[in-house]
């Protein structure tokens, strides 16, 4: 157990449907991350925050968005969803903005 | 971007054998970790190596940042190693993001 927490485990939903997945860090943990995991592009870096400001930005399409909180939990929103977006989306934490990298559970999500 | 290359792409093993598995990155990098995905999953973390040599139980990884590879050796092999094994690297220009390989596949069989 990687002291990193994602929910839900599982999500089924149609296209074009709206869904948001959330991530608490590991105590301690300032730098939260998100990655998608698919078949054919492997596993992909989304975006980075850190302390609650964004840090980095990697191939997040415009209909995703993400936020850390004050209590530093974050939240990922994936909206007019496609059946290209089914995938294993992971959340990972880490003590400083580059340090190592703590991964949670994922979250699989189905769209039909 | 930074280029991560593994080898080989799949590996079946007979339990207790012992293997390499290799990482080619394309420039210097600050931050390398090995990470085994289980059956259900879930990416375990294995080593954070940026540099030198580590070990821990069967398992030992060395990298060489000047001449920009990586090794993971697992020793006397268990069902249990079965998964994918992924080498992710975090290059000077990419602040915190991880760039991940594609994977060595590795079946151990009873």
């Known amino acids: 157990d990687s002291g990193v927490t994602q929910t839900p485990k599982h999500l089924i939903t149609a296209t074009g449907q709206r869904v948001t997945l959330r991530c608490s860090p590991r105590?301690?943990?300032?730098?939260v991350y998100w990655y998608q995991q698919s078949l054919d592009q492997g596993l992909q870096f989304l975006i980075q925050?850190?302390?609650?400001?964004?840090?980095a930005k990697g191939n997040i399409l415009e209909r995703f968005s993400a936020q850390q909180f004050p209590d530093l939990h974050s939240e990922l929103n994936l909206s007019s969803l496609e059946l290209g977006d089914s995938a294993l989306y992971f959340c990972?934490?880490?003590?400083?903005?580059?340090?190592?990298?703590?991964f949670g559970p994922g979250t699989r999500l189905t769209v039909t | 971007g930074i280029q991560v290359e593994q080898s080989p792409p799949d590996l079946i093993l007979q339990e207790g054998a012992n293997s390499t598995l290799r990482c080619n990155f394309s420039d210097s990098v600050n931050n390398l970790q090995w990470f085994h995905q289980n059956p259900w999953g879930q990416l375990i973390n294995l080593f954070y190596?940026?540099?030198g040599t580590k070990q821990n139980g069967r398992l030992s990884a060395t990298t060489v940042a000047t001449e920009r590879y990586s090794l993971l050796y697992i020793s006397s092999s268990q069902t249990t190693d079965s998964g994918v094994y992924f080498c992710?690297?975090?290059?000077?220009?990419?602040?915190?993001?991880?760039?991940f390989g594609q994977g060595t596949i590795l079946t151990v069989h009873p």
């Open positions: 992710a690297v975090r290059g000077g220009t990419s602040y915190g993001k991880l760039t």
């Open positions: 190596i940026p540099s």
């Open positions: 105590s301690g943990d300032l730098s």
């Open positions: 990972a934490s880490s003590v400083e903005a580059v340090s190592e990298q703590y």
């Open positions: 925050y850190y302390n609650g400001e964004e840090r």
